[in-house]
């Protein structure tokens, strides 16, 4: 994949404003009452599992996030139909899986803090934790058998898979200096822009669209998933514990090497190189931010930050040959807004 400075999309979204949060809310104000619908499902959901474990339930889906993920899924379905209780149950689906992927991945990190709580590993242990993710997914792909067509539970459990499957290589391949640029994007699409892609691609699915319009879809999903994880993993260098609200540099600490770390090591001399690795070992994560913000061309971190709002400049131009309506027009404003997002890290 080509990182370079793109043209400026053709289509036009909604109404541009003050920050990333209120773009994203002006976003999502489209499909609101789907949304609260999303929510009060999935807070009933730990209701299915043993009383003995819906008090961990409650407190894994409870702490809200964004809501990327359904949100694409609904703004995907109206862009192609008519958003319907097929469409509701895809969001929520999709967003149990990236809870349950959470709940592991903080466990993985040693993270104490998501969404300003303590994180369920924080409270109650690793042991506990791990099976709780292992539930959530379970429980995931469970409600993903209701669907009248079964293609879409198929899909889903791929879904399942291959996000685990990125999480997986990803661990093997910590402190592993011979990554490259290319490996890091193939996890990344793994892991997170396959859940992008699937919450879009089926919520066409649901919609009957076109077999053009699916694929379009897809790409969106997979090209604004791979590009999002590349803004959390820049403001896991660049971001503030206090506004995020969970623990930063667990990447630098457990030796994974994102994008930034990536980017400076294959153009480092090899002193700075060592250096860089001796830092990542001391987990000096301090020294080692400065040393990617720093450099004749603005740094890594912001050749990163560019890189990503490359990818969703590209997955707005997919949209070009959709027709217009809302639905549509408000996905290439979820872009500008995600664009905001990565702006406002730039140093």
Partial sequence: MEFSARSQPRRTGLTAIASPASSL????????????????????????F??????????AVGSRGKRLRPLLALLAGGATGRINSDHVDLAVIV????????VHDDVMDEAERRRAQPTANARWGNSLSVLLGDCLFAHALTL?????NSDIG?????????????????????????????????????????????????????????????????????????AYQIYDDCIDLAGSESVTGKTLGTDLRKGKFTLPVLIFLRAASEFERERCCQLVLDERVDE??????????????NESITAGSDLIREAQDTLDGMASNPYADALFSLGDALCEMFDQLRV
């Fill in 144 to 148: 993903s058998t209701d669907f009248e």
């Fill in 154 to 226: 198929r899909a889903i459990a791929r879904t399942a898979a291959t996000v685990c499957s990125g999480e997986m290589i990803q661990t093997q391949r910590r402190f592993d200096l011979t990554l490259t640029v290319e490996d890091y994007l193939r996890i990344v699409e793994m892991k997170t822009g396959s859940l992008f892609s699937t919450a879009a691609e089926l919520a066409a699915v649901i919609s009957e669209a076109e077999p053009n319009a699916i694929e379009t879809f897809k790409n969106f999903g997979i090209q604004v998933g791979t």
């Fill in 95 to 102: 967003e149990l899986i990236h809870i349950a992927t959470l």
């Fill in 25 to 48: 809310a002006q976003v999502a104000r489209l499909v609101q009452p789907h949304l609260e619908e999303v929510e009060v499902r999935i807070a009933q959901q730990a209701a299915a």
């Fill in 50 to 59: 043993d009383p003995a474990l819906e008090g961990y339930v409650v407190y």
């Fill in 288 to 301: 080692m931010i400065q040393l990617l913000k720093n450099g004749a061309t603005n740094g890594a971190l």
